[in-house]
């Protein structure tokens, strides 16, 4: 439905209707409110609008109301949909924050702003070799897969130190930060404790963590970048 797109509810007998501005401005308003509550300055978080799925009119009146953010989680969609977008509005950055395939680090690298799921040595060395034939610099966060489990990406928390020094000393990679998704079962703050320590003891800035279910808690534990779809975008 696009820019028309609503979500319907109730409150107190009243329906309402809510379009993605209004829940973008709820957003950003707890995102204040949690840093607040965490003694840190709001401008230190920053709100990735997750847009995978949804296309261009959907997305379009999100960037008029300011964001300025977005994350996808497929090279091909972002590449289909985001140039026209990009062409209207500069100042806009794209965030991987899926999968990648070393078979599209050159394509990555060329279209996006930062990549936060580097997790195996092939795709460090592939961003890392594209980095340099393309003269870019991209912001990297490593994801660390916290809950151990085997269907999801990511470097094993006992693995996180030797990769991220491979990735810093041998291939002088940017890492600014690591980046997980918790398990669905647990609960989050747990990971997001971990993460962040090992981020202290790893001696890097960034944290990429928190969801549209959990974002609060993420910032309380040091979020520097949250990663908000269905609160923004409705219901995929």
Known sequence: MGSKQ??????TGVSYHESAVDRL??????????AKAANRDAESVQLIAV??????EAI????EAGQRIFGENRVQEAERKWPPLRAAHPDLKLHLIGPLQSNKAKEAVAFFDAIHTIDREKIARAIAAEMAKQDRTLELFVQVNTGEEPQKAGVMPRDAAAFVALCRDELKLPVKGLMCIPPVDEEPA??????????????????????SSDFEAAIAFGAT?????SAIFGTR
């Open 190 to 211: 747990v990971h997001f404790a971990f993460l962040a320590k090992l981020a202290r003891e790893l001696r890097l800035s960034g944290l990429s963590m928190g969801m």
């Open 225 to 229: 970048y949250v990663r908000v779809g």
């Open 25 to 34: 401005k709820r957003v950003n308003d707890e995102i204040s409110a949690a």
């Open 60 to 63: 379009r009146p999100v960037i």
């Open 51 to 56: 847009s995978k799925t949804f296309d261009a």
């Open 6 to 11: 609503r979500i319907e509810g109730n409150v």
